[in-house]
């Protein structure tokens, strides 16, 4: 079974603090590795992908297979950064089911003025 | 362009009514999904339509509910009759056809049952 876990429910942060947002999944192939954001009243978006290997809004997150992570990293916090973040995978292409998502529970980013 | 929308933004039912929500796909987007969060738990997928039909509903709790997706456009997910348990926040994502494509996500609409 898929699972993806993130342990912190909330990570506070002081502004241009480093951040990271642990995430570490179980799945038995290769899965794909996202992180979704949701900003105060917005709806749920992508950020970003392991595949496309980009950094999006100074995030970065490098996938991990000996250690089934995706951590989800920014050398500076900003305090627009404030949100929701969820990791989330789905099975490899050549799985069945592949575009099925399965989230963490979620780590609530809290950037400290 | 429109993202996806959802149907009501809100709704208060008490136990044992029904409830039907609803949501409008991107235009043009094959793939629909539903998916729910229960208070304090992770956000759990419940299905996936590929046009009007089903390709994984493995997610659907149990028999009360339903979700139809009639033409191939905006989808229906009917609870009947609604439990307690059912409480939480319902997402709907759609995505263009093709394996790696981006879903993009409803605002959600949330239900509570009393």
């Known amino acids: 079974a898929q699972r993806v876990t993130q342990p912190e429910k909330l990570l506070s942060v002081f502004k241009g603090a480093p951040v990271e947002l642990k995430c570490n999944y179980s799945y038995s192939g290769s899965p794909e590795l996202f992180w979704y954001v949701q900003y105060s009243r917005q709806r749920l978006q992508l950020l970003l992908r392991h595949i496309s290997r980009e950094s999006i809004k100074g995030f970065t997150a490098d996938l991990n297979k000996g250690e089934t992570s995706f951590h989800l990293k920014k050398p500076f916090a900003q305090e627009e950064d404030s949100a929701m973040y969820y990791c989330a995978l789905t099975p490899g292409r050549n799985s069945g089911g592949y575009q099925k998502v399965t989230f963490g529970t979620g780590t609530k980013l809290q950037v400290i003025p | 362009e429109a993202g996806v929308t959802q149907f009501p933004s809100h709704s208060v039912i008490e136990k044992g009514q029904t409830v039907t929500l609803r949501c409008d796909p991107i235009s043009g987007h094959d793939n629909l999904y539903w998916y729910r969060r229960v208070m304090g738990k992770e956000i759990k997928f419940l299905l996936h339509f590929v046009k009007e039909s089903k390709q994984d509903e493995s997610g659907m709790p149990n028999n009360r509910f339903l979700a139809e997706r009639t033409g191939g456009t905006y989808s229906t997910l009917k609870v009947q009759p609604a439990e307690l348990e059912d409480s939480g926040v319902y997402f709907c994502?759609?995505?263009?056809?093709?394996?790696?494509?981006?879903?993009?996500f409803g605002p959600g609409t949330r239900l509570l049952v009393l």
């Open positions: 994502a759609s995505s263009q056809d093709g394996g790696r494509k981006t879903q993009y």
